[in-house]
């Protein structure tokens, strides 16, 4: 293919990735991120996937086999371990406003100057190899595209101009300047940015998945065709196996734990799963959907190796088979997404790690020197943060040479796999600081710092130092009898260790002195109070993100200071928004003394900024630090917990008063209501008397006024008298026996009657009413005894109610009354049913509450008290027995009574 | 006192007690007054339209149709305008005192009752002398 197009292409593509970002960007600044979701968080994170995996994988696949799915085993194995360390860290990362990984260090151990520098070079240093496969990746499928010859030599000067990667390389830098230095944002977030890169590894697994499939099913007849040809020719079989020889177990566990420490500790890693992260929440999803992505993208690459194998000629570079097979079968479309998938791989890697490295540079390793010398502390910097942009644009540019450099001089000579593991291996050295700072509250600074720095010495001269001897520009001697010609420093043999690959050898030695000294020093020291101020963040973040004013070191500064401070550092427009901010939250009137909260405030955001070490730096002279002994410290810390421990018991103690509150509220309720029904049933009562008494009272009067009254009118009034003192003394009575149901005190003892003559006496008594009303009575008794649990007076007060509601409901011209008693199932059944009008369901309901009384039509109110049905009801329930009552248009009235034998 | 001027006065008497209504209806009547009964709200209010009374004592608790409801009726009526309306009830309280008077009536009086009170009240209302005085 043309290389113009080529380029052309590749052009187009960096365009649209810039508008893409340019899109994304302008949403979030509207509110509506496309960014802020778990899946593009889970997209950004498959930046682990560079050149090494696009193209490295097959061509590690033609030489361990399977073994080349360790590096996507490890983060899948250790999942879980990244869901817990990485929720962590974020929480840290947020609340201290840490924006990379040297600074995540750099401030755990007391914002350390010096472990922010060690770390910044412990990256720069092994990551500028790894950004050198990107590019010799780019160029070397630039070639295959364009089937132009093998490398120039760098050191050709007409060569240079021929060479197309120092374009890419140019490229690549404008890119990563347009991206991430357009502003300076205390968060270092770059939403546009991270679109970007969802956007390029959605291409990269697509492209990858194409050819998979197109080499398996339309190359090839499917899987079983082509891994029946790989078992056949034993000089393929190595490529589906894995090497289980020792030295292979080896070397396989340790890539294992190298690319598990790497998907978290790359400064790219850490900058988009971090220092991007939008929603702590967002790591339970990537922590299988990263898997899953790792998954996708590797399931080809067996195949494709075998394909290469059978296929290609040998002279054909095992890491380019992806785009050499299709190009082979001339699909030059495919090969050309290929190579663009090749080129995001390549473009994202670079850009985030450039970005992530030019900020650590910038912030603590430039700044902190910077900031010691004379010149920077009386000039200033007239606007601090508007000079880091331009010192990071420099930084961006020098990184990138240097990687650059290296491609020419080293990276040429190796496959990319082995070079991306020598990278790896540079990751690890941070891991027992970063990982022991979480959780073990004596890792100390200097712990830190020697074991970082040993581990660090023995990763330079193992495997990049050899590299370059390799390589030729250094003795190649060393190789072979050890740095100084001492044989127990051979850099692939340290002390004498055989038969382990260069790679697990640098893993062992660097791991046993830095995790050794690590651990040892930190015993051995003691930490100064920042150190256990911020060991005491780190390890107990969620006291803190919950408690956020829980800063143990009293601080003071003068609030028209620190606002000189935020303007001179960081502009006035940023410092007015920022300010403006907090006075949201708290005043900042300007008196003398700071708050706490916004000296924090201000220390935080020139965190976010400059990081942590130079943030101190910079306040050092206007911020007083109260001085604490360490055994203040320690009194404080434990105060806090003391504090923290009574405020949660507080807590409960609150809750189990609100619960008992809550019970008395009930109590109280239940006792008003009770009160309520009480002076409701004293008035009910009273008035209930009031009306007899009138009556009463009123013929008195007539009979005693009156002198000519006729002996009838005098006879008629005594009878109406009589009548309602009875209605007054059946009252009190029923008054009294209800207020005896309802405080139940009454004793209890059993007793039995005979319910056949119950219910005989109880009509004997209603005779005369019965008579004097002309009703038919109808009566269907068993003529023998039948006992019944009840006492005798109750139950004929019982049968005495019913019978007279029966009466009283009766149809007024023929009444007709039937009493039945059945016995069943140690029962009995009486059933009392009258031939009056139906009465209403409203009224049925309530018919046996207290005071309700039914009146037909219009005529007078019916006799009684409306307490019958009710003290009835409680009699029969008292003694276990039910009492209903039905009534409907053909079949009267029917009060049915069950009790027990 | 004049009996005759009496003979002209009609009272309603409405009472769900059977019983206290009697004892009014005799204690008005042998003082010459006109009185028909009704035994709720209802039949009360339908009696009032058409038999335009001069005075209406009503009871206030009566199923359905209250007394307070059976005043306010009458006071809604313009052709019994001239109805005076006397409370007789058991409720006592100066708030029930209050929502009887505002109900419309000239006169409140709580059960149980003085014959005698009565028949001064209700000569004074319908500006007859009483055979007392």
């Given at each position: 293919m043309d290389s113009g197009i080529v380029v052309f292409i590749s052009l187009i593509y960096l365009v649209l990735l810039f508008v893409i970002a340019i899109y994304a960007q302008n949403r979030s600044a509207r509110g509506i991120s496309i960014v802020n979701n778990p899946y593009v968080y889970s997209l950004s994170m498959a930046?682990?996937?560079t050149v090494w995996t696009f193209y490295g994988s097959v061509g590690r696949a033609t030489q361990t086999g399977l073994g080349f799915s360790a590096v996507y085993l490890g983060p899948t194995i250790a999942a879980p371990l990244w869901y817990m360390l990485m929720r962590k860290i974020i929480l840290i990362s947020k609340h201290l406003r840490i924006t990379s990984i040297a600074d995540f260090i750099s401030s755990r151990y007391g914002k350390s100057t010096f472990l922010g520098i060690l770390t910044t070079i412990v990256l720069v240093f092994g990551i500028i190899p790894y950004i050198s496969i990107q590019l010799k990746a780019i160029g070397f499928s630039f070639e295959i595209m364009t089937n132009t010859g093998s490398n120039q030599d760098f050191w050709d000067g007409s060569a240079f101009y021929r060479d197309k990667v120092n374009y890419f390389t140019i490229l690549l830098a404008v890119f990563t300047i347009l991206f991430g230095t357009r502003h300076l944002d205390p968060h270092e977030r770059h939403e546009g940015l991270i679109a970007a890169i969802a956007f390029e590894s959605l291409i990269k697994l697509i492209s990858f998945l194409l050819v998979g499939v197109f080499v398996v099913f339309i190359a090839f007849d499917g899987l079983g065709d082509l891994f029946s040809r790989g078992w056949s020719d034993p000089a393929l079989s190595r490529v589906i196996s894995?090497?289980?020889?020792s030295s292979g177990m080896t070397s396989w566990f340790w890539v294992l734990v190298l690319s598990a420490v790497a998907a978290m500790f790359l400064p790219r890693q850490f900058h988009v799963s971090v220092v991007e992260n939008n929603n702590v929440s967002f790591v339970r999803q990537a922590s299988w959907m990263f898997p899953l992505y790792l998954f996708l993208i590797s399931i080809f690459v067996i195949p494709i190796a075998l394909a290469g194998k059978i296929l290609l000629p040998a002279s054909s570079d095992p890491d380019m088979y992806i785009l050499s097979l299709p190009l082979f079968y001339g699909h030059e479309l495919l090969a050309l997404f290929v190579y663009i998938g090749g080129f995001s791989a390549a473009a994202s890697m670079v850009v985030i790690s450039v970005i992530s490295l030019s900020i650590m540079v910038s912030n603590n390793l430039m700044m902190p020197l910077l900031l010691r010398t004379r010149t920077a502390k009386i000039?200033?910097?007239?606007?601090l943060s508007d000079r880091l942009l331009g010192i990071r644009r420099v930084i961006i540019v020098v990184i990138l040479f240097l990687a650059y450099t290296f491609y020419k001089v080293v990276s040429n000579n190796f496959p990319l796999v082995s070079i991306g593991l020598i990278s790896f291996a540079a990751i690890l050295q941070l891991a027992p600081a970063v990982i022991g700072g979480l959780f073990w509250p004596r890792a100390s600074k200097k712990g830190a710092i020697a074991g970082m720095t040993a581990g660090f010495i023995i990763w330079f001269i193992t495997l990049p130092l050899p590299t370059l001897a390799e390589s030729g520009i250094l003795d190649p001697a060393i190789m072979t009898d050890g740095y100084f010609g001492l044989s127990f420093l051979k850099p692939h043999a340290l002390l004498g260790i055989q038969n382990v690959d260069h790679i697990s050898n640098s893993c062992i030695w660097s791991m046993i002195f830095n995790i050794g000294l690590f651990g040892l020093v930190s015993l051995l020291s003691t930490q100064d109070i920042q150190e256990l101020a911020q060991g005491d963040i780190y390890i107990n973040i969620t006291k803190y993100s919950d408690y956020p004013d829980l800063e143990v070191i009293r601080k003071e500064a003068s609030v028209l200071r620190l606002k000189q401070l935020l303007v001179r550092y960081l502009g006035s427009t940023r410092a007015r928004n920022l300010l403006n901010a907090f006075d949201g939250k708290l005043s900042t009137a300007s008196d003398d003394n700071a708050s706490q909260e916004f000296i924090g405030f201000v220390e935080k955001n020139l965190t976010g900024a400059f990081g942590a070490a130079s943030a101190k730096l910079l306040l050092s002279s206007d911020i007083r630090q109260q001085n604490i002994t360490l055994s203040q410290l320690n009194e404080l810390i434990n105060q806090t917990k003391e504090i923290l421990e009574y405020s949660q018991a507080l807590e409960l103690r609150t809750q189990e008063l609100q619960e008992t509150s809550d019970e008395l509220a009930e109590v109280n309720k239940q006792l008003k209501e009770l009160d309520k029904l009480k002076a409701d049933f004293i008035s009910t009562v009273t008035h209930e008397l009031r009306t007899p008494i009138t009556t009463i009272s009123s013929f008195a009067q007539m009979l005693d006024s009156k002198a000519n009254l006729s002996e009838d009118r005098k006879k008629e009034y005594l009878g109406i008298i009589l009548k309602e003192c009875d209605r007054i003394r059946r009252l009190i009575n029923q008054v009294l026996e209800v207020e005896k149901i309802d405080s139940v005190c009454e004793t209890r003892e059993i007793t039995y009657t005979d319910a056949v003559h119950g219910i005989k006496s109880a009509i004997k008594r209603m005779q005369p009413l019965i008579e004097e009303k002309n009703i038919v009575l109808l009566m269907s008794l068993p003529d023998h005894e039948v006992k019944i649990k009840f006492n005798d007076d109750k139950f004929l007060q019982v049968i005495l109610n019913l019978m007279s509601n029966a009466i009283k409901f009766c149809d007024p011209e023929k009444g007709k009354i039937s009493l039945s008693l059945e016995e069943f199932d140690e029962k009995i059944l009486v059933k009392v049913n009258n031939n009056g009008a139906v009465i209403p369901e409203e009224f049925l309901r309530r018919?046996?509450?207290?005071f309700t009384q039914y009146k037909q039509g219009n005529i007078a109110k019916p006799e009684g008290s409306g307490l019958g049905l009710y003290i009835t009801k409680k009699f029969v329930e008292e003694m276990g027995g039910t009492v209903s009552i039905e009534s409907s248009l053909n079949h009267g009235t029917t009060f049915s009574l069950t009790l027990h034998l | 006192m004049t009996v005759d001027k009496a003979k002209t006065k009609k009272i309603l008497i409405v009472d769900d007690e059977p019983n206290i209504v009697l004892a009014l209806k005799y204690l008005l009547q042998d003082e010459g007054y006109q009185t028909r009964e009704a035994y709720d709200g209802q039949s009360g209010f339908s009696i009032a339209l058409e038999?335009?009374?001069?005075?209406a004592m009503l009871d206030i608790?009566?199923?359905?149709?209250?007394g307070l409801e059976v005043a306010r009726r009458i006071r809604n009526q313009t052709d019994l305008n001239n109805v005076q309306i006397l409370f007789l009830t058991a409720k006592g309280t100066s708030a029930d005192r209050i929502e009887g008077y505002q109900a419309g009536a000239e006169l409140y009086i709580v059960k149980p009752f003085d014959n005698n009170h009565i028949l001064e009240k209700v000569a004074e209302l319908l500006d007859v002398e009483n055979s007392f005085t």
């Open positions: 930046v682990f996937c894995l090497d289980n020889s000039n200033g910097f007239a606007v018919i046996f509450e207290k | 038999w335009k009374p001069d005075l608790m009566m199923p359905e149709i209250d």
